[in-house]
């Protein structure tokens, strides 16, 4: 396994198999003894012409125990959000409006065309050269409801031209195999940047001196136009100060370019899982496919619920089976609805970690840890996300107005083990394990085991009298 180059940091695996491999600093699994877990808001505020950037603080003990780094983007109409990349994974959840985003890997082709007419102060002959076919990799639309896959490296952008605000939650997986410098997040922008975040924009008291900026910046101006073999005067155009403008940008003359239609993208997606089983069965890996793997998958339609309950619920799971990439980020997803006053059974994540997003109405959450210790009793609000680490048992209850949300998973594959229900491990058991632990009666412990009838993941509110 490769090391980090950060000497602070030494690691050791905590999960090894088929699904990938991920890596803990050892200062950062002695820090994971977690006294308190909260509904949390963000804490940074980064303003743009176009939209805005929230960030979540990674040092929070509940977010630096799982090695994640949560933020939101809100682009505003007709508005760009510049090519940036990371250098850790990141799994995008869009929770409102319709866009295009292109994921830009390296080395792969670029196969698709759009014509181009670039407007403004140009003559007529200058427009008349301007006019052709642009090529470029592939551009996606991305709508509500899609989580979209940005793998370690790789330049993204991101356009809204809808009708409403693009709004989109991510998680970066700070402590994935390729993210081989410290646990602190960083994006490297291609254009635009600001100086500065000031936690106190949205009334945290602590200032930042986080930095987003244009790496071109700082490259020499001569070496860049042999480089790009160009005039100065252009290379000194992408050097240019423009932190005014921020992260997210307005687009002044609009943006048209081609794109594969919804149904296209939906049979490659079945094609690719296909060649993903064939690459399993042959012994061919990843990068094989990594040009034409899809990158957005969709768990807004209900329909197609993973489990269901037509009194509590029901959930829609994105895991590496469905979504062949997330094999290589070890990620994955989930959306879920609770009806009013229902229940998710206690359990505990058996192979990675939890970070959940409140997307509307609230619901009553109840973590416990190894001691035995609760270490969240809160009710959280729309807005907010919290984390249940791995192991670390959890219930959840939904309010009077229900409870939607959207789960990230640190783990491309997740099992779950529950404590109530059709499928628990309670029921698993013999009746006289469970008298004997729990010094109860056989009818009792029958009860235990029995009263839940057939449901299982997802319990409805209604409660037996005896």
């Known amino acids: 396994m490769q090391k980090k ?91 409102q409006g319709r866009g295009l985003i292109s994921v830009i890997n390296p080395g792969c082709a670029e196969t698709f065309q759009s014509q181009t007419f670039q407007a ?55 402590n994935h195999r390729s993210n081989q410098l410290d646990q602190n997040f960083r994006a490297f922008y291609l254009a635009g940047g600001v100086q500065e975040i000031s936690g106190r924009q949205i009334g945290v008291g602590k200032q930042s001196t986080q930095k987003f900026q244009n790496i071109f910046r700082a490259f020499n101006t001569e070496l860049m136009a042999e480089a790009f073999n160009i005039p100065v005067e252009i290379v000194r155009k992408m050097q240019e100060e423009q932190n005014e403008r921020g992260l997210i940008i307005n687009v002044r003359e609009g943006m048209s370019m081609i794109r594969a239609d919804e149904e296209e993208e939906e049979f490659e997606g079945r094609s690719q899982r296909g060649q993903q089983w064939w690459a399993e069965v042959t012994g061919n890996g990843l990068e094989e496919n990594i040009c034409t793997m899809k990158i957005r998958t969709n768990m807004g339609t209900q329909r197609r619920a993973d489990i269901y309950s037509r009194q509590a619920g029901k959930i ?63 009710r959280v609000n729309q807005g907010e996300m919290f984390v249940v680490p ?36 309670i029921r698993a058991m013999p009746i006289e394990v469970l008298t004997n632990a729990y010094q109860i009666s056989p009818n009792e412990a029958q009860h235990l085991k029995m009263n839940r009838g057939g449901e299982s993941f997802l319990l409805s509110p209604q409660r037996k009298s005896f």
């Open 316 to 378: 829609k799971h994105v895991n590496c089976q469905k979504f062949p990439i997330l094999r290589d980020m070890d990620m994955s997803a989930s959306k879920g609805t609770l009806y009013p006053n229902a229940l998710m059974s206690p359990h505990w994540s058996v192979n990675g970690h939890s970070i959940i997003y409140v997307q509307r109405g609230d619901a009553q959450v109840q973590v416990v840890d190894n001691t035995g210790q609760q270490v969240m009793n809160d």
């Open 120 to 174: 403004g102060r140009m003559t007529g002959e200058e427009r008349g050269q301007s006019r052709g076919n642009d090529q470029h990799q592939k551009v996606h639309r991305i709508r509500q409801g899609d989580v979209v896959a940005i793998p370690a490296g790789a330049a993204h952008w991101c356009y809204n031209d809808g009708e409403e605000e693009l709004v989109a939650v991510s998680i970066n997986d700070l």
């Open 5 to 95: 180059t950060a000497n602070a940091y030494r690691e050791y695996p905590v999960q090894q198999g088929q699904h990938g491999q991920r890596s803990i600093p050892l200062t950062q699994a002695q820090q994971c003894r977690l006294q308190r877990l909260t509904g949390s808001q963000p804490s940074q505020r980064i303003e743009s012409e176009g939209g805005f950037t929230e960030l979540w603080d990674e040092n929070e003990e509940q977010f630096q125990c799982v090695g994640v780094a949560p933020m939101r983007n809100v682009i505003r109409q007709n508005s760009l959000s510049l090519p940036n990349f990371h250098p850790m994974p990141r799994l995008v959840y869009i929770e």
């Open 390 to 425: 791995q192991y670390y048992a959890s219930t959840v209850k939904a309010g009077q107005n229900g409870f939607e949300f959207a789960v990230f998973r640190t783990s491309s594959q997740p099992m779950n083990s529950q404590l109530a229900g059709y499928t628990s491990v």
